[in-house]
C-alpha cells in the first residue's frame, strides 16, 4: 500500500494529522487536510487527561467543520472512481473519520495501516538496505573546487546524481548555512532521501559527493555512508583563484558580513590556535574578504578535508584525478560529459 501511494497509484493521499505532525515529516506525496489544526488538537489532548467524553465531544465536532471545509475545497473536485489513502498517526481514529467520510461519498478509499508510525519504520528499514543496492561515482576534493556544481551539471548530462547537500539544504561546513533556509527535520530528510533513492535505476552508477557523517544537522544513514565511501572515487582540483571566486559567490552574505563569519569561526579557535585565529581577524577587520577566504582554505579547510578524506576513503590515493581549470557553466558541463560519457579516460 505505501509502496502504490508512492508510485502514484493514488489520485489523492490524505494525511490526516495535525499541521505541526505533517511538517515534521510525512509520506512525500501526501496533502495534509487536518482533522483538527494544531491549536485543536491540543485543546482536545489537554480535555482527554480529565475529561474524555468532552475530548471526544471537542475532537468530532472540530473534525466534521474541518472535514467539510477540505471537501468543499479539495475533495469535491475529485471524479467519483478516484482511488485515495488516508492515514493518521497510528491508524486510528482520526484517519477512519476521513475513511467514513469519502467512502460515504462513494470513493474507493484504503487507511493506511499503523498510520504515519508504520510508514516512519518502514522508511527506517529501506534505510538500512536500499543504498546498498547501488554502485557510487563519489565525487571528492576540498571546498571550494566545485563538486556541488560538478553534480549539478551532471544532472543536467542525464548522470544520476544524489545531491544530499541539496536535500538537507546545507553547504556542509560550520559556515554552510544558506541564507534564509531551515534545514528539514531529520525524519523528513530521510523520507526525502528514500523517494529520491526508490526512483534509481540499479543499472546505472549514482553520482555523489563526498560527505561525512553529518550534514549541518543532519545524520546521513550509515548504509549509505559505508557503501560511498567504499565507491569509486573521482578527485577534482581547481586553482585556488577559481576557489576564492566560486566562495565569494556562494558565500556573498559572508563577505558582506565578514563579522557574522567570525562569528561563527570563533569555535575554530582552539584548533587553529591563537596566532592563526588572530591572523583571521585582522582580514575580517580590513575587508579583505577574498584574501580572508584563501587563507580559511589554506590553513584550514584544507587540511581538515585531507585528514577527512582518508579516514573514510582510504583508497583516495587511486582515485581518478580531474583537474578543472574554470568553475563556470561551460566547463563544468564538458567536464561533466566526459565523466559521464568515458569515465575510464579520467586520469
Request: hydrophobic share 40%.
Amino acid at each position: 500500500m505505501l509502496q502504490s501511494a508512492l508510485d502514484g497509484e493514488y489520485a489523492l493521499v490524505i494525511d490526516a494529522r495535525s499541521r505541526r505532525e505533517y511538517a515534521e515529516d510525512h509520506v512525500p506525496c501526501a496533502v495534509n487536510l487536518p482533522v483538527v489544526d494544531n491549536e485543536e488538537y491540543a485543546q482536545v489532548g489537554t480535555t482527554h487527561r480529565t475529561d474524555k467524553h468532552r475530548a471526544y465531544v471537542i475532537g468530532v465536532s472540530y473534525a466534521l467543520k474541518n472535514i467539510s471545509h477540505s471537501i468543499d475545497k479539495l475533495v469535491a473536485r475529485y471524479p467519483k472512481e478516484a482511488r485515495m489513502l488516508v492515514y493518521c498517526f497510528r491508524g486510528g481514529k482520526r484517519s477512519k473519520l476521513w475513511f467514513d467520510a469519502l467512502s460515504t461519498i462513494g470513493f474507493r478509499v484504503d487507511r493506511l495501516p499503523g498510520g504515519w508510525k508504520a510508514y516512519r519504520a518502514w522508511v527506517r528499514d529501506q534505510l538500512s538496505e536500499l543504498p546498498r543496492q547501488f554502485r557510487y561515482n563519489v565525487v571528492c576534493g576540498p571546498t571550494g573546487c566545485g563538486k556541488t556544481r560538478l553534480l549539478s551539471a551532471l544532472a543536467s548530462v542525464g548522470a544520476q546524481v544524489l545531491d544530499l547537500e541539496e536535500l538537507a539544504q546545507h553547504r556542509g561546513s560550520l559556515i554552510g548555512d544558506i541564507p534564509g533556509v531551515v534545514q528539514p527535520t531529520q525524519k523528513w530528510f530521510d523520507s526525502l532521501l528514500l523517494n529520491k533513492l526508490r526512483r534509481f535505476d540499479h543499472a546505472q552508477p549514482v553520482w555523489v559527493e563526498s560527505e561525512s557523517k553529518k550534514i549541518g544537522a543532519i545524520q546521513l544513514p550509515a548504509a549509505l555512508l559505508g557503501t560511498m565511501h567504499g565507491g569509486r572515487l573521482f578527485s577534482i582540483s581547481a586553482p585556488m583563484a577559481e576557489r576564492v571566486a566560486l566562495w565569494r559567490e556562494d558565500y556573498g552574505h559572508f563577505e558582506r558580513d565578514l563579522d557574522a563569519m567570525m562569528g561563527r569561526l570563533r569555535f575554530l579557535r582552539p584548533l587553529v590556535g591563537g596566532e592563526e585565529f588572530g591572523r583571521w581577524e585582522s582580514l575580517a577587520a580590513e575587508k579583505r574578504a577574498p584574501e580572508l577566504f584563501q587563507r580559511l582554505m589554506e590553513a584550514h579547510y584544507d587540511p581538515a578535508y585531507a585528514r577527512s578524506i582518508r579516514k573514510n576513503c582510504p583508497q583516495i590515493d587511486q582515485a581518478a584525478k580531474l583537474e578543472l581549470s574554470c568553475l563556470d557553466r561551460a566547463s563544468l558541463l564538458d567536464a561533466a560529459r566526459q565523466l559521464r560519457e568515458e569515465p575510464a579516460t579520467v586520469q
